[in-house]
């Protein structure tokens, strides 16, 4: 299927970035992407085991760097049942591993490199938090992870 065909359909079905809950919740689109230490990360292959959540970002954001301590926090929280991963977008992995080592960042952080995975899910603002449960539906599309474990609940 066509990425513009997908993403456009993506974006109609989660049009509402404010968190609110909708009637029918959209489907998260596959991907598979590399993590900044070389390891390989597959959207539907960890919705088989738990939830996840996305949080899109860049290192020369300063939102997205006030979002790394809670993100931090909901990861050694929850990342035993929930798979968190950050997903740089368009940033070098040498600037990427010197962000993780900076910040003492422990969960995961893939590699967007062609921005091909922000486009699918419609980000148009970093950083963007992105809630899925194990169904792969989108329970969450907005911009705060505190925000999101209020509107989402328990993944």
Known sequence: MNVFLVFFVFMSACSNVSGQPQAEAPRAPDFTLSTADG????LNGTLSSKSAVLVFFATWCPACMQEVPYVED???KNGGSVAVVGINVQESKSKVSSFIEKKGVSY???LDRS????RLYGVRGIPTVV???????VLYYGHDI???TERAGKL
């Open 39 to 42: 390891q390989e990360f597959n």
């Open 74 to 76: 909901y990861y050694k």
């Open 146 to 148: 505190v925000e999101m």
């Open 131 to 137: 809630a899925i449960n194990k169904e792969g539906k």
């Open 115 to 118: 921005g091909d995975v922000a």
């Open 108 to 110: 995961p952080i893939l």
